[in-house]
């Protein structure tokens, strides 16, 4: 969060390489839904798994504290992806495939959808709202943690 938008920073985190197999799993699993799924399947995989996974641990397991750290991926995952979605407008970042700007997600969704004048707009947003998503995971593990501290010290 401290870098902002900085590729060298986020791309270089360990959570990228985290997070870089789901984003890729993620066009291959929206494939049947047509083309434009295809492309955003994998931006929206690697946001939504963490999402997933969060009400899994929230509602199947009871445990608040393991959603809490989902919240914080989810969090992640959108701040991840800012610096590509900033990049749509040069699609000058490095991409897995090689195969250059053809093959960039994000250029290629907002060059569909008449926004790639906004990228930079939706990249702050992105990032924004990652960052927002990673505060309040942070207080809501904080919370849990200091309740289940003082139900502890009554014992």
């Known amino acids: 969060m401290l870098n902002g938008l900085s590729w060298e920073a986020i791309g270089s985190s360990f959570m990228h390489n985290i997070n870089l197999p789901f984003h890729e799993f993620g066009h291959i699993l929206f494939r049947p839904f047509g083309h434009f799924m295809t492309i955003l399947g994998g931006s929206l995989f690697q946001v939504l798994l963490p999402l997933l996974l969060g009400l899994v641990f929230l509602v199947q397991h009871n445990n608040p504290f393991a959603a809490s750290l989902m919240l914080w991926w989810c969090g992640q995952s959108f701040i ?76």
């Open 80 to 155: 991840d992806l800012s610096p590509y979605i900033a990049d749509a407008t040069y699609r000058g970042l490095p991409l897995i495939s090689g195969m250059g700007e053809e093959s960039h997600d994000w250029g290629n969704l907002l060059t569909i959808l008449g926004w790639l004048n906004h990228a930079h707009r939706i990249a702050r947003f992105s990032f924004f709202l990652g960052s927002c998503l990673m505060v309040l995971s942070f207080v809501w593990g904080a919370y849990l943690l200091n309740k289940q501290r003082k139900f502890l010290s009554d014992y």
